[in-house]
């Protein structure tokens, strides 16, 4: 049961990975993951992996958690290649619905995580400040023309990753404002699979994860209410970029991205601008229904849903 719910956990991961502006290290934190998934990623050490190399299998696996990483990253992986299409199919269909369900989510844990602060000082409201702005200014970036060579496929690689480690950025987001995000997307393709690519930009995700995740895992140790602050204003931030009534106000078509050619994405508009209004001025603006109960009611279900998964865990904690 145990590892049932850890590979569901994984699941959620994987799914809010694919949607531009949420991060799985939101859903990480949500579901009482995080600290866990970080002091696993830092045990992947030389000194653990050496157990490996000297027949010490068993140790190995102990030493870097791994039954928890291998259930989570399978998880992750099974949402990623199965849910694709859902995903799509939600933010193209029903985009105020799957917003008001991420904004609701993200505003719950947000306060849920502020609880977790053992003393609430005057640097921690610093943090939040500094959090948030920083959160809120990458959602109001633009796209930029970036080169396809190698090395800068690794270096998103590298900062995808470790913006997905952090509540409240995403490494689809941060993959999309590098003018990587459909780039990437056609590389992992069965159809047209880019080898070179993959294995670089993997690469590249993995020197990522194992160097910031032991820098966050330190900064959880020495200064955990500041980090904690700093997160939670990363996670505030983030609400700009799920609101649900928002409208395009420039985009471009990916034919000006560069030299790569995906009849796939032919007609593929990317966003450079949004403007988010309330509901009923969306429905002045845009001549749209703005959909206000069912937007309420998704995000009220998302607060529901938070909060149960948050009951059950403090529930085991206490029977412990």
């Not at 719910?5 to 990480?28: E, H, M, Q």
């Not at 990437?184 to 194992?210: E, S, Y």
């Not at 009849?263 to 959909?291: C, H, M, Q, W």
Request: charged letters at 15%; hydrophobic letters at 50%; aromatic letters at 16%.
């Amino acid at each position: 049961m145990k590892y049932l719910l850890l590979y569901i956990k994984g699941l959620a991961i994987g799914a809010v990975d694919l949607v531009p502006g949420v991060s799985g290290g939101t859903i990480a934190f949500i579901t009482g993951i995080y600290e866990e998934l970080l002091y696993s990623l830092r045990s992947l050490t030389p000194k653990n992996f050496k157990l490996f190399f000297v027949g010490k299998f068993r140790e190995f696996w102990k030493a870097i958690n791994g039954s928890f990483l291998l259930v989570l990253a399978l998880g992750i992986a099974t949402s990623i290649l199965s849910l694709v299409k859902v995903v799509k199919y939600m933010l193209n269909d029903h985009p105020i619905i799957t917003w008001s369900f991420f904004f609701g989510l993200i505003a719950i844990s947000t306060i849920s995580i502020l609880k977790t602060i053992r003393k609430f000082e005057f640097p921690m409201y610093i943090c939040f400040g500094v959090g948030a702005v920083i959160a809120y200014m990458v959602t109001v970036m633009s796209p930029a023309q970036t080169p396809n060579d190698l090395w800068f496929i690794f270096l998103c690689g590298m900062i995808a990753i470790c913006a997905l480690l952090l509540p409240g950025t995403s490494g689809s987001f941060m993959l999309l404002m590098m003018s990587k995000y459909y780039y990437i997307i056609d590389a992992i393709d069965f159809q047209d699979f880019k080898f070179d690519i993959v294995i670089v930009f993997i690469c590249g995700a993995v020197t990522g994860l194992l160097s910031f995740s032991h820098f966050l895992s330190w900064l959880l140790r020495k200064y955990h209410d500041i980090t904690i602050s700093l997160l939670a204003g990363f996670l505030f931030g983030s609400l700009n970029k799920v609101w649900p009534w928002k409208v395009q106000i420039d985009t471009f078509t990916n034919e000006i991205l560069g030299a790569w050619n995906m009849k796939r994405f032919e007609n593929t508009k990317i966003i450079l601008a949004e403007s988010n209004y309330l509901p009923n001025t969306f429905e002045t603006v845009t001549g749209d229904d703005a959909k206000l109960f069912w937007g309420l009611l998704s995000a009220a279900l998302a607060i529901t849903i938070y909060l149960t998964l948050e009951y059950i865990a403090r529930k085991k904690r206490v029977t412990k």
